[in-house]
């Protein structure tokens, strides 16, 4: 089991930055690819980025690339996610996640945190 916190959304003006941070629970956090995920109003809820356990593989929504840079730190249990040129249709819910090994689909989900961005 692993329990999932995010911090850092907010307000930001478009073409801003914000960088969400996820801290997890639990000594087995190398064992997780993490990922964020995001859900705007009405919307269904869609990948952003995941990074594997080992931190060297990441992979992006093409809607991201270019702009945000996912990072984890083994050593410090946290994964964050860097939001750059922030544009209205990247506000959302955040959501970080974790995936066990050989699991077909994230496994633990954290409570979320808000984005906002103004035009």
């Known amino acids: 089991q692993v329990q999932l916190v995010e911090s850092g959304g907010g307000l930001v003006q478009a073409g801003g930055s914000l960088r969400l941070s996820c801290a997890a629970s639990g000594r087995t956090f190398s064992m997780y690819l993490m990922g964020w995920f995001r859900q705007a109003p009405g919307k269904e809820r869609e990948f952003v980025a995941s990074?594997?356990?080992?931190?060297?593989?990441?992979s992006y929504a093409d809607s991201v690339k270019g702009r945000f840079t996912i990072s984890r730190d083994n050593a410090k249990n946290t994964a964050s996610l860097q939001m750059n040129s922030l544009k209205p249709e990247d506000a959302a819910v955040y959501y970080c996640?974790?995936?066990?090994?050989?699991?077909?689909?994230?496994?633990?989900w954290g409570q979320g945190t808000q984005v906002t961005v103004s035009s």
């Open positions: 990074i594997s356990r080992d931190g060297i593989t990441t």
């Open positions: 996640t974790a995936r066990r090994m050989y699991s077909t689909a994230y496994d633990f």
